[in-house]
C-alpha cells in the first residue's frame, strides 16, 4: 500500500530562525514528489517538485532534498516569516496503472511566532 | 497562466438545496479531478475525469454529481446533502500521459458549509 509519512506533526518556531519537515514515503513505482503549502481553508500551493534524478531543489527560502535510495524528503526553511505559518504536505506521484492518483501525507503544521 | 480557478469561494446550504460547484482551466490540461478536505486531513480523491470522461468515481455518494461539460470545465452539482458534508472541495488539474508526472494544480477550494 502506498502511504507518505510527514515528521513532525507540528512544529512551533521563533520568526526568523530555521527549520526542516521530513517525509518518508513507500510509493511504487515512484514519479516524482511534491511539496505544498496550505494555509487553513485554502487549497495547496506548489513549493517545489522532484523527480527520481534530483536530489536538491530551491525555490526561496524553501529547499527541498530526495534520497530516492532511502525513499525520504526534506523541505527546510530559512530564515522563516510569519507568513510561512501553515500546513506543508508532501505528496508522491506514481507511474504505475492509475497514476492518476497522488499519495498525500498528513502534512506538518507550522507556527511561525514573533 | 497556471491557475485553476474555482467558484463560489465559501457557499451555505441547506439539506434541501441544490447547488453547484465550479471550477474552470485554461493550461488545456486535459485531466481534472475533484476532492474533499475535512478539516486537519489531507485530501481526498472523488472524480477524475480524462478527456471529459469520468474514469475514477472513489465511491462517491450519488448527492454529489460531477460534470465536465468541456476540457476547461468541470462541475460538482449538490443535492440533498448531509451536515457531514461540510468540507473544503478542491479542484485541480493536470496534463495527461507519462511525461506530465500528474504534476496537479489546485484551485483555491470551495468552502462548503451544509446546515
Known amino acids: 500500500k502506498n502511504q507518505v509519512e510527514q515528521s513532525p506533526q507540528s512544529l512551533i518556531i521563533l520568526e526568523g530562525k530555521n527549520c526542516t519537515l521530513q517525509?518518508?514515503?513507500?510509493?511504487?513505482?515512484?514519479?516524482?514528489l511534491r511539496w505544498y503549502k496550505q494555509d487553513t481553508g485554502r487549497g495547496p500551493v506548489s513549493l517545489t517538485i522532484?523527480?527520481?534524478?534530483?536530489n536538491t531543489k530551491s525555490n526561496g527560502r524553501y529547499t527541498a532534498t530526495l534520497d530516492a535510495d532511502t525513499k525520504q524528503s526534506s523541505l527546510h526553511i530559512t530564515a522563516s516569516q510569519l507568513s510561512d505559518s501553515a500546513s506543508y504536505i508532501c505528496?508522491?506521484?506514481?507511474?504505475?496503472?492509475?497514476?492518476?492518483?497522488?499519495?498525500f501525507g498528513k502534512g506538518t503544521k507550522l507556527s511561525v511566532i514573533p | 497562466d497556471t491557475e485553476v480557478t474555482q467558484t463560489p469561494k465559501h457557499l451555505v446550504m441547506g439539506m434541501t438545496n441544490k447547488k453547484s460547484l465550479k471550477c474552470e482551466q485554461h493550461?488545456?490540461?486535459?485531466?481534472m479531478y475533484w476532492y474533499k478536505q475535512k478539516a486537519k486531513k489531507p485530501p481526498e480523491l472523488m472524480f477524475v475525469y480524462s478527456y471529459e470522461k469520468l474514469s475514477i468515481n472513489e465511491s462517491v455518494p450519488s448527492r454529489f454529481s460531477p460534470e465536465c461539460p468541456n476540457s476547461s470545465l468541470l462541475n460538482l452539482h449538490l443535492h440533498a446533502l448531509q451536515p457531514e458534508d461540510s468540507a473544503l472541495y478542491l479542484c485541480?488539474?493536470?496534463?495527461?500521459?507519462?511525461?506530465?508526472?500528474?504534476?496537479?494544480?489546485f484551485g483555491a477550494g470551495t468552502r462548503l458549509s451544509v446546515l
Open positions: 505528496v508522491v506521484s506514481s507511474s504505475g496503472a492509475g497514476s492518476y492518483q497522488l499519495t
Open positions: 517525509c518518508n514515503y513507500t510509493v511504487s513505482p515512484f514519479s516524482n
Open positions: 493550461m488545456g490540461h486535459r485531466a
Open positions: 485541480a488539474s493536470s496534463q495527461i500521459g507519462r511525461r506530465a508526472k500528474n504534476i496537479q494544480y
Open positions: 522532484m523527480t527520481f534524478s534530483e
